[in-house]
């Protein structure tokens, strides 16, 4: 279904956040690489996040990013399709579309 991403990597993800990360992925042109996804409740607790969160709502991803080069492109490839709620990580960069929460927003 998506040209980018296998089945196996997009269990519990919401469609329209698989669309967006083809089509960022598209524009990038190098690979995505998910290192997180969907989570549950309890491994959200048991890390000290809230057990509610975007990624327990499949609505996050973590993409896996070691250097600036990958980094500027996947950068470029969220904003070009709308991503507005982007975690800029030392080791990743988070990507969600929850609407119940603060847009435009980027933070590290």
């Known amino acids: 279904m998506f040209k980018y991403f296998k089945d196996s990597e997009i269990v519990g993800l919401d ?9 960022a992925r598209e524009i990038a042109g190098i690979p995505f690489i998910i290192t997180s996804g969907l989570r549950s409740a309890e491994y959200e607790a048991e890390n000290g996040r809230i057990p ?7 609505l996050a991803v ?4 070691r250097d600036s080069r990958s980094r500027f492109l996947i950068l470029k490839g969220l904003f070009a399709v709308g991503f507005a709620r982007i975690g800029d990580e030392v080791d990743h960069i988070h990507a969600d579309i929850a609407t119940d929460l603060d847009v435009n927003v980027v933070w590290r």
Not at 15 to 23: A, E, N, P, R
């Open 15 to 23: 469609i329209g956040l698989v669309k967006m990360l083809d089509q």
């Open 52 to 58: 509610n969160g975007v990624h327990t709502r499949g």
């Open 62 to 65: 973590d993409l896996r990013c």
